[in-house]
Each structure stands twice: as structure tokens, then as C-alpha cells.
């Protein structure tokens, strides 16, 4: 590259990369998921198989790249997924505390930080969505000052082409 160019990132503001990145981690949490949740516990709760799964992680990666690319429409997926597992992970953690106080009342400072250890793994999940949530929202409220970037049309036909195994695989 020729020093006086600049790279196709630099023209992307950094809010949006922040936000396409932070959206794509929905994608990756569902291909982790198709490959290490067992077979018939993940059709159980998908109604699909790993190859469904998995290319439905692809298609948020899909519409992280949308996303980042000014489409703020494809931000809503991410918004609503990292809200519900923040939801989800603030819960968990809500219902044992809970049930720690039940049976150990508070009666110090100490009595009342003493189950924080217990949920160290649910408050370091609830700050990774939380922060992740953040960045989606920024970039959400940002992109709907922006004018879109061009997208290719064998990139939407390749979308097209991962909807397609994601409905054929939970019709099967």
C-alpha cells in the first residue's frame, strides 16, 4: 500500500467497527454453541441441527458486517441478543444471591459481600454484555446519522444462500 492512501478500514468510523465487532460476537457464541452443546440437547432447544446452528451464527456475522457497514436495521438482532443474555446472566445471579441471603442474613459489611466470590463468573458475564450491549447501542445511534456503504450483490446473495440452510435445516 502506498503511504499516502489510506487502508478501506480507515474510511469506516471507529464507532461502527466497535459496533460490528461487538455484534459479532452473537455469531460466535452460536458456532461455539452448535459445536459443543450435544446433538440432541441442541435440537432440543433450536429445533436444528449444528449445521443450522452454525450457519446461523454465519448470518449474524453476516449482518455484524451490515451492521458495520451502516445498515443500522442490522444491529437490532445484537441489541435484542445481548439484552436478553444480560437479562438472563443478571437473573442467575439475582437468584442466588437470593438464596444465599435467605439462609445467612446480612448483619455486617462483610456478611454482605461475602457470596461475591460465588458469582464472580455471573458478574464478569453480565459486564461483558453490558459493555457489549453499550457498544452496539452507540454504533446503533450512530449509524442512523450515516448514509450506508455499498454492499456487493454476491455478498447478499451469499446471505441468501446461509438463510437457505438455516430454514432447510430446521425443516428437517
Given at each position: 500500500m502506498k503511504p499516502g492512501l489510506k487502508s478501506?478500514?480507515?474510511k469506516v468510523p471507529m464507532t461502527?467497527?466497535?459496533g460490528g465487532l461487538a455484534a459479532a460476537a452473537i455469531g460466535l457464541m452460536a458456532i461455539v454453541a452448535a459445536f459443543t452443546v450435544p446433538l440432541p440437547l441442541?435440537?432440543?432447544?433450536?429445533?436444528m441441527g449444528t449445521m443450522g446452528v452454525s450457519a446461523l451464527g454465519v448470518i449474524f456475522f453476516y449482518a455484524a458486517f451490515l451492521?458495520?457497514?451502516g445498515r443500522w436495521w442490522a444491529g437490532i438482532?445484537?441489541?435484542?441478543?445481548?439484552?436478553?443474555?444480560a437479562w438472563v446472566f443478571i437473573e442467575k445471579a439475582v437468584r442466588l444471591l437470593m438464596i444465599y441471603y435467605k439462609h445467612n442474613p446480612i448483619i455486617t459489611l462483610g456478611d454482605f459481600m461475602a457470596p461475591f466470590p460465588f458469582l464472580s463468573f455471573q458478574l464478569v458475564l453480565i459486564i461483558i454484555t453490558s459493555s457489549l450491549g453499550?457498544?452496539?447501542f452507540k454504533a446503533l445511534k450512530f449509524s442512523r446519522t450515516l448514509s450506508p456503504q455499498p454492499i456487493s450483490k454476491s455478498m447478499w446473495g451469499a446471505m441468501g444462500l446461509w438463510v437457505m440452510v438455516v430454514v432447510l435445516d430446521s425443516m428437517i
Open positions: 478501506d478500514i480507515s461502527m467497527v466497535k441442541l435440537h432440543q432447544y433450536t429445533g451492521f458495520a457497514r438482532p445484537a441489541i435484542i441478543g445481548t439484552g436478553f443474555a453499550y457498544f452496539i
